[in-house]
């Protein structure tokens, strides 16, 4: 099982970035993946989830209504695109196999990651 993000790069605020998972080993019809962040000096955090049975997606408040998760199984590949960076976004981002509380696939706190992650990619948000 091997997860690979990509797409990382400096860009100015207000600027787009889109990232990519691709994933080898595993058929994503089976495994939800989510995407995580962790700035300089900070935890890491969960920013976006995508289930595989339904396609609920789910996201921390701070990037709803600019970042989009979506993904395309004929490509074994997860997306996060990204709009409307700030500087805050600045962190290097991982993709990694999630699962959610049972019964509580709805609640972004429910979902946590399992044992697979990507290796990062950096995302620089600077004037």
């Known amino acids: 099982v091997q997860l690979q993000a990509s797409g990382g790069g400096l860009v100015q605020p207000g600027e787009s970035l889109r990232l990519s998972c691709v994933v080898s080993?595993?058929?994503?019809?089976?495994?939800?993946i989510g995407w995580f962040r962790q700035a300089p000096g900070k935890e890491r955090e969960g920013v976006s989830y995508?289930?595989?049975?339904?396609?609920?997606?789910l996201y921390a408040d701070s990037v709803k209504g600019r970042f989009t998760i979506s993904r395309d199984t004929s490509k074994n590949t997860v997306y996060l695109q990204m709009h409307n960076l700030t500087p805050e976004d600045t962190a290097v981002y991982y993709c990694?196999?999630?699962?959610?509380?049972?019964?509580?696939?709805?609640?972004?706190?429910?979902?946590?990651?399992?044992?697979?992650w990507g290796q990062g990619t950096l995302v620089t948000v600077s004037s």
């Open positions: 080993g595993f058929n994503l019809d089976y495994y939800a």
């Open positions: 995508i289930s595989n049975t339904d396609g609920l997606t």
């Open positions: 990694a196999t999630v699962a959610a509380l049972p019964g509580s696939a709805m609640r972004f706190s429910a979902w946590y990651p399992t044992n697979n």
